[in-house]
């Protein structure tokens, strides 16, 4: 099989998944794989289309492995997301799109939206099977046999399942799926609808995956997950995510490179905060789902965190590892958010020392409690998402200019391109095969990554 290996974007969302329920980013464009068996012709091939977070797109190499054991070709396979309205607008154009370009494939959609509306997308005359988020990893929903419909009761689901992907960046980094779901009921959020409760994976299991991923060669594993930080919670003992990352630290030494996605600034345990400050091998880059810097709104999001926390959050990761890359999420137009609760997020930004922002513009969800409050308007939440982004393209230039004339320890990802240790863009010489690790000196910088003048 091969696959093609999207262009890398300077600022992706959070490495590894979706962090948690509330952080979840529509990824611009769409992850599109091509996997093709050797000798067959066109019509032969397996699409995936991936809308949505990382967590789908590792997801989708769980889909691809299970449909290709089940003989299925000549299909394309779209793994929706639902997190905002235009990400299903993306799933239902990226479908009709789909059977115009392949009118005699099997059409197949999966993902966030369709577990939460099956019905709805079953209706679609271009759709020929539809999968919630559980059949959508086994390999009998892609059978020739297989029901029209499958959309398990994702609420009623307690346990988790291990899936080992090598990764989808280029095969340098693996991923390992902690836990799903998600406990808490954000007022703009269906995810939990789409991915259920919090289930953990059992930590002797993630440390196995780990091990194996480590055996293949691979240097860098990211720990994902829907609510990472809620990690344990349904656990004999209750442990915590910093326990877990302790374990596989000392359990796999020959680990050289780990990194979490998303975390909830409401959740991270003692024993994470200390091995922020410890270990060099847990990377010095956290992405914290912040939404906004307005206290109010903050409490109308039914967010667990104050402006104030998040600010103190933000210092105390600066203090512990003076280096660390902080990104955020923010979101634009929530409901009743006026101007000077706006200014209140704009300037959050450089009080907490944010580097890499992911921005989005509010878009109402059916049935969430926030499509009840009364909206902002459409050309000003487009206004102020713009403003966000430009707040966060100055901070990525000044995380940039930090590193000008230091070193970086780069991972190979594809030729010409690696990400450092605190996951920001390097170009470097293409003399260097994907997955190796680099030393490199900065030398410069774009508006979209770094320039490594040599190897350190």
């Not at 396979?77 to 005699?104: H, L």
Request: proline content about 7%; some cysteine; hydrophobic content about 40%.
């Amino acid at each position: 099989m091969t696959e093609r290996v999207p262009t890398p974007h300077p600022n992706p969302p959070p490495q590894g998944g979706r962090g948690n329920c509330s952080s979840i980013q529509v990824s611009p464009p769409p992850l599109r794989e091509r996997v093709r068996e050797g000798g067959r012709r066109q019509d032969s091939t397996l699409d995936i289309i991936t809308l949505g977070c990382r967590l789908n797109a590792y997801e989708s190499e769980v889909i691809r492995r299970e449909a290709a054991s089940a003989g299925l070709a000549d299909a394309v396979i779209v793994n929706t997301c639902a997190v905002t309205s235009e990400a299903e607008r993306q799933a239902r154009q990226a479908i009709r799109r789909a059977r115009r370009e392949r009118p005699g494939a099997r059409i197949i959609v999966t993902g966030c939206a369709a577990q939460i509306d099956p019905a709805r997308y079953a209706a679609m005359p271009e759709v020929d099977q539809v999968l919630g988020n559980l059949a959508k990893l086994r390999a009998e929903s892609y059978r020739a046999d297989a029901p029209r419909l499958v959309a398990d009761d994702i609420m009623a689901v307690r346990e988790t399942a291990a899936h080992l992907v090598e990764g989808f960046e280029g095969r340098v980094r693996g991923f390992v799926e902690v836990q799903q779901g998600c406990d808490h009921r954000c007022a703009f959020c269906v995810i939990p609808y789409g991915r259920g409760n919090n289930r953990s994976l059992p930590a002797g299991a993630v440390v196995a995956q780990v091990k194996a991923l480590v055996e293949r060669g691979l240097r860098e594993v990211v720990l994902t997950g829907v609510d990472i930080t809620g990690y344990g919670g349904d656990l004999p003992g209750r442990p915590g995510l910093g326990s877990l990352v302790r374990r596989v630290l000392t359990l796999v030494p020959e680990l050289e490179r780990l990194r979490l996605s998303s975390l909830d600034p409401a959740e991270i345990d003692e024993e994470l905060w200390r091995l922020i400050a410890e270990e060099p091998r847990l990377m010095p880059h956290l992405h914290l789902s912040i939404q906004a810097g307005d206290d109010l709104i903050l409490k109308r999001m039914k967010r667990r965190h104050s402006r104030a926390q998040a600010i103190a959050v933000a210092r105390r990761a600066r203090d512990l590892r003076p280096e660390v890359v902080l990104g955020a999420d923010l979101l634009a137009g929530f409901p009743t958010e006026d101007d000077a609760m706006f200014e209140r997020s704009l300037a959050f930004v450089a009080e907490a020392g944010l580097d890499l922002l992911h921005v989005f513009p509010f878009s109402p969800r059916p049935g969430t409690p926030a499509a009840r409050m009364p909206q902002v308007a459409k050309p000003v939440i487009r206004e102020r998402a713009a403003r966000l982004r430009q707040a966060g393209d100055a901070a990525r230039a000044r995380a940039f200019a930090r590193m000008l004339g230091r070193t970086a320890s780069v991972l190979v990802e594809q030729p010409g391109f690696g990400r450092s240790e605190h996951y920001l863009p390097v170009r470097i010489s293409h003399d260097i095969e994907p997955g190796e690790i680099a030393r490199v000196t900065v030398a410069g910088a774009d508006s979209e990554a770094l320039f490594a003048a040599e190897t350190a």
